[in-house]
């Protein structure tokens, strides 16, 4: 069965410093999400992404959070310069035309 | 007022033992509505979504209703597997992209 991949499960930087998680989404899925989940707290949306542009970002997704799709396959969140709040798992979803999203596994950030 | 309100539990219950779920949410555009399951520390898979006219996918029912903006989810003859984070979702489309919402999640623990 086909599924969304995050890599690295576990990231661990300093704060000010620049992290890129990385997504595998579903092959034949056309919209792409990320999401953020700080512990023992609910799964928020951050952005979502279709046709190589942002068609919809949270206020949470401010300048220093961008996303990209820099080949075919790879789907990115890369945060500029992180801050202890931005501690949380962050899940990757994709879809296909219809609303019904599929997670990965999730990348653990650390930001000490 | 939350954009979608879950209890948030624990519920406790034997094995075997019927259990209730309910959601409330605030937005009456919303469009389709989604039972997630949340294992420890694991991302977010959907269980199953919810019409209308309710739905049933062997011990689960859904049940939506639009007048009161409430959804349900039952689980019948619970398992010790079904522990887990039940989340409620709804889905908000607009201008062509969808945006999942989640609620902060119902803790059911089955046991023995």
């Known amino acids: 069965e086909p599924e969304v991949t995050q890599t690295p499960s576990h990231q661990v930087t300093q704060m000010g410093q620049e992290v890129i998680l990385r997504c595998v989404p579903i092959s034949n899925h056309l919209y792409f999400y990320w999401y953020r989940q700080i512990l023992g707290q609910k799964v928020e949306f951050l952005v979502s992404f279709y046709n190589n542009e942002i068609s919809e970002k949270s206020e949470i997704f401010d300048d220093q959070f961008s996303v990209e799709r820099p080949d075919g396959s790879n789907f990115t969140l890369k945060i500029r310069s992180t801050k202890l709040e931005d501690s949380a798992m962050y899940f990757c979803?994709?879809?296909?035309?219809?609303?019904?999203?599929?997670f990965g596994p999730g990348t653990r950030l650390t930001v000490l | 007022r939350k954009e979608v309100e879950q209890d948030p539990g624990p519920f406790n219950v034997p094995e075997g033992a019927t259990v209730a779920f309910n959601c409330t949410y605030s937005n009456s555009a919303s469009q389709s509505f989604f039972w997630y399951r949340q294992d420890c520390r694991k991302e977010p898979k959907l269980l199953m979504s919810v019409y209308s006219s309710g739905n049933e996918d062997g011990r689960f029912t859904a049940q939506l209703n639009r007048a009161s903006q409430y959804i349900s989810l039952l689980i019948r003859d619970s398992k010790l597997s079904d522990s887990a984070t039940y989340l409620c979702?709804?889905?908000?489309?607009?201008?062509?992209?969808?945006?999942?919402?989640f609620g902060a999640g119902t803790r059911l623990a089955v046991h023995p």
């Open positions: 979702v709804v889905n908000q489309f607009s201008g062509g992209y969808n945006k999942l919402i």
């Open positions: 979803a994709s879809s296909e035309l219809g609303p019904g999203q599929f």
